[in-house]
């Protein structure tokens, strides 16, 4: 039978706006050590817009650029391939499509090869970025920027701006007052994760983090004795939240990470960690 204290906790949780799907991961959330969260769409709305574009060649004009890029956008789910397409007027067919993993999507559009792509794609393809400084300034700021390249060469920029959910800000203060060390996870690059990382005062960060390596710095920061939640909502999440102590996947994310993941938070809301964790205390007191 399923002691009463927990059944009360489970109309409770569901009250609070969360579901547990493995009850022992629960009973590990009273005494965690740290909290993973996963950047973009968890302690960010995920939902980008066009604030930039910076043309670095005069080959092509703004607007052709951002419909070329848009076409090819139109193949990818990913939140700032939504923010691209918004922004275009129009979109022309798409002849061939290729996400490149963590990095960006390429393909062929109106018989042209493009690419948009991150910054480390471009660093690792030794593609040298013009006004490199005008570029940082701008990341430095919050802003993610991806790169238009055509037949391989690089023709502009485009910056794109998410927003911190307002409720982020809350929930780590109160994560952090409870003694529990905040950390963030993301693909997105250095100073965009140092921007958000600094607003909301997390304790460390991992930026430009493969999608395949995201377990892996789960189990880095369980290497230094701790006991760690990962919260995120998508596919390449479902590793990191499999790996963590305690995995917590956000409802409305992908079906892969709410299946992997031992709670559920039903809305996108980082302050139901916070209940998690006071509900875990008090239902385990309960019981001793
Ligand atoms: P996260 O979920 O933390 O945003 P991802 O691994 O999904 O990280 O993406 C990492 C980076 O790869 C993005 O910040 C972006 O630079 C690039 N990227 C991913 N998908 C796309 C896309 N569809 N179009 C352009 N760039 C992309
Ligand atoms: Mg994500």
Not at 2 to 22: C, D, E, K, Y
Not at 169 to 186: D, F, H, N, V
């Amino acid at each position: 039978a399923i002691p009463l204290v927990i059944a009360v906790s489970t109309s409770r949780a569901a009250s609070h706006g969360f579901l547990i799907r493995n009850r022992t991961a629960f009973e590990q959330a009273r005494t965690l050590d740290a909290i993973i969260f996963d950047k973009t769409g968890t302690l960010t709305k995920g939902e980008f817009g066009v604030t930039d574009i910076r043309m670095f060649s005069e080959t092509f004009s703004k607007k052709e650029l951002l419909t070329l890029a848009a076409s090819l956008e139109t193949r990818s789910e990913h939140s700032i391939a939504q923010g691209i397409v918004e922004a275009s007027e129009e979109t022309f067919a798409v002849e061939s499509f290729n996400a490149i993993t963590g990095k960006g999507v390429e393909g062929q559009v109106d018989g042209k090869k493009i690419a948009v792509v991150s910054p480390g794609y471009l660093e690792e393809q030794n593609i040298n970025i013009p006004d490199r400084s005008s570029m940082d300034e701008l990341a430095s700021t919050g802003k993610t920027i991806v790169y238009i390249l055509v037949e391989g060469s690089l023709e502009a920029a485009i910056a794109l701006g998410d927003q911190i959910r307002e409720e982020s800000y809350e929930a780590i203060r109160r994560l952090k007052e409870s003694g529990i060390q905040c950390m963030m996870l993301t693909g997105d690059n250095e100073q965009v994760a140092g921007y958000v990382a600094d607003e909301l005062g997390l304790e460390d960060y991992f930026a430009e983090v493969l999608p395949d390596e995201k377990s892996d710095k789960v189990k880095e920061v369980q290497q230094r004795g701790l006991s760690v939640a990962m919260v995120g909502d998508g596919v390449n999440d479902a590793p990191a939240l499999a790996q963590a102590d305690v995995g917590i996947a956000i409802g409305a994310g992908s079906d892969v990470a709410v299946e992997t993941a031992d709670l559920v938070l039903v809305k996108n809301n980082p302050k139901d960690v916070v209940w998690i964790v006071l509900l875990a205390k008090a239902t385990y007191r309960k019981m001793i």
